[in-house]
């Protein structure tokens, strides 16, 4: 639980020797199936020697770059009077 009161699903891990702790989401937003079963991808990204951290920003990244052009939201100017 977070200063602020807010709740988040985490796993905690270990990679390269390091200890780590992937957010998995906030709750109630996942529930506790969704929160298992990305738990369980995570732990299978470990047994493949991969950084489940690493792997969720390389995801969010490409996802962002594969976007479709014209399919994000461009604020409008507002005039000054």
Known sequence: MKPAGAKLWCLPY???????KL????YPA???RVAR???EEAKGLLRD?????A??????LTGKANR???TH?????QKSQ
């Open 14 to 20: 270990r990679f390269d020797g390091k200890q780590k």
């Open 73 to 77: 939201r461009v604020p409008r100017c």
């Open 55 to 60: 792997e969720k920003r390389r995801e969010k």
């Open 23 to 26: 957010s998995i989401g906030a």
């Open 30 to 32: 996942i529930d506790l």
């Open 49 to 53: 020697g991969k950084d489940p951290a």
């Open 37 to 39: 079963a990305r738990r």
């Open 68 to 70: 479709q052009p014209g």
